[in-house]
């Protein structure tokens, strides 16, 4: 019996997300089964989306309904996408079709009050007990970090946007 962790990468660094690819490459590398969630609108970048292709019998991955935005519009049309791709997390979870679940941009959806916290809180608590989940996201709540077995964060020391590079192809998407 192998036990699920619970993997936070958060942080301000760039990272969070790749990480979160490398370990589910590795993972899929054994033959587990993942699935790639991922709540941010337009997180989802097209390189790892075309990738992704090439293992589609092991890597599932969906970006969740519309999901939410920075500056929105309709915050209640936001918060609504929001539940909606929460609760089908819950049932991929649930699932118990996966070894592997990534929860890509979740960490939002509790600091933005879209999802009440208790409610991630305990969908992670009482998952499957050998199914490892990986949430990336900024400002990892407490109680996330709390519950968490591994918590890396990202730490900005240089970026080249500060220096006008803008956002290459193989790198930023
Ligand atoms: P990546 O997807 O490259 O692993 P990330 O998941 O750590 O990055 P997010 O917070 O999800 O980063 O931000 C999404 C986008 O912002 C990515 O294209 C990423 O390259 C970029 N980014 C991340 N950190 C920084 C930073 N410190 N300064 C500027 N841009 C950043
Ligand atoms: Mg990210």
């Known amino acids: 019996m192998s036990q699920g962790l619970l993997?936070?990468?958060?942080?301000?660094?760039?990272g969070k997300t790749t990480a979160a690819l490398g370990q589910a490459f590795r993972a899929i590398g054994h033959g587990f089964r993942v699935c790639f969630l991922q709540f941010l609108k337009g997180s989802w970048k097209y390189g790892e989306l075309e990738a992704a292709k090439?293992?589609?019998?092991l890597m599932e991955i969906r970006a969740l309904g519309?999901?939410?935005?920075?500056?929105?519009?309709?915050?209640?049309e936001d918060i609504q996408s929001a539940r909606d791709a929460w609760d089908l997390a819950k049932q991929v979870i649930a699932s118990g079709k996966f070894k592997m679940v990534v929860l890509d941009?979740?960490?939002?959806?509790?600091?933005?009050?879209?999802?009440?916290?208790?409610?991630?809180?305990?969908?992670?608590r009482n998952r499957p007990p050998e199914?490892?989940?990986?949430?990336?996201?900024?400002?990892?709540?407490p109680g996330l970090i709390e519950l968490?077995?591994?918590?890396?964060?990202?730490?900005?020391?240089?970026?080249?946007?500060?220096?006008g590079i803008k956002a290459q192809r193989g790198i930023e998407f």
Not at 116 to 123: C, F, G, K, R, V
Not at 131 to 141: E, K, M, Q
Not at 148 to 163: G, S, W
Request: no cysteine; net charge negative; charged share 25%.
């Open 7 to 14: 993997i936070v990468n958060t942080g301000n660094g760039k």
């Open 148 to 163: 968490a077995d591994l918590v890396t964060e990202m730490n900005e020391i240089k970026h080249p946007f500060r220096n």
């Open 105 to 124: 941009e979740l960490t939002y959806l509790i600091t933005y009050g879209m999802v009440p916290e208790e409610d991630i809180l305990n969908t992670l």
């Open 66 to 76: 519309k999901g939410f935005t920075w500056k929105s519009e309709d915050l209640n």
């Open 54 to 57: 090439r293992f589609e019998d």
């Open 131 to 141: 199914l490892h989940v990986v949430v990336t996201g900024r400002d990892a709540s």
